[in-house]
């Protein structure tokens, strides 16, 4: 019968001591609730940068962005004075101009409308607050839709 207390389980050092094992930072609690929920501050451009999205993709999301913006107005007012525009309110420009613009936005309705709702979602979210929501997989199902549209050669949605 052995002697003394039971020895502690766990992975031990060379010395023979238990191992102390630093926990992970896991972030503050707001951090830790949007990661859970899947929100990333993600814009177009880091998303290219980290080759999430090809050049293309992200060409066809700024022109599609850009039709909508000068439809409907900026997404959240600019503070800077070279965009003075409150959102919502539409700028003054020429009927060619709104007219393409209307004619892309269109277009690029039809294109996210056949993706599909959550690629949908994510790419007017990602349009709408610079953020990349959840499966990144949606976001760029709808980029390669945009893409499809805007610049020719979209990959084969399943």
Known sequence: MARGRKRKTGKRESNGRIQRVAEKDKGTKELQARRNAGIF??????????????????????????ARNLLYGPPAPKVNALAPMIPGEKAEVPDARLEAAQRDFDNG????????GAATASVFH???HNEA??????????????????????????
């Open 109 to 116: 309705m039809d294109a996210l409308g056949k993706v599909g």
């Open 133 to 158: 929501v959840g499966d990144l997989s949606y976001l760029t199902a709808g980029l390669d839709a945009l893409q499809g549209v805007f610049i020719g050669g979209a990959k084969k949605v399943a």
């Open 126 to 128: 990602l349009m709408m």
């Open 41 to 66: 501050d993600e814009t177009i451009d880091t998303l290219h940068h980290r080759k999430i999205v090809t050049n293309e993709q992200a060409d066809a999301f700024q022109r599609f962005s850009k």
